[in-house]
């Protein structure tokens, strides 16, 4: 983008927000919202109160804590796999695994198939 286009889309922009901004200089609930908030601080000022002091004489129980945001959850420990005894019935040969990556049991798998391997668990 060229400097000029970018000045003039800047320039729009600022015009959109001195917009927004007129408008919301009209509107009630934002004239009686810094109303509020002008009386609140001189009134603390006056009784040389912080809002801390608010804070903990509203509610006692937060004992002038701030709010803290939820810790994250543990992390969920996972069920330990339970042994698998596969028993080939063309060898004998028996397999004990937890997983499917033993390598006896992919290569049973490959010359016999999966479904007849896992067929052979007891």
Known sequence: MSKLAEYRQLERHLAEQLAALEAMKGDKGLEQEIEFETKLRALLGEYNKSLKDIVSILD??????????PAAPEKATRKPR????YKNPHSGEVVETKGGNHKTLKEWKAEYGSDTVESWLS
């Open 60 to 69: 006692p129980q937060s004992g002038g804590k701030t709010v803290k945001a």
């Open 82 to 85: 339970s042994l698998k005894t």
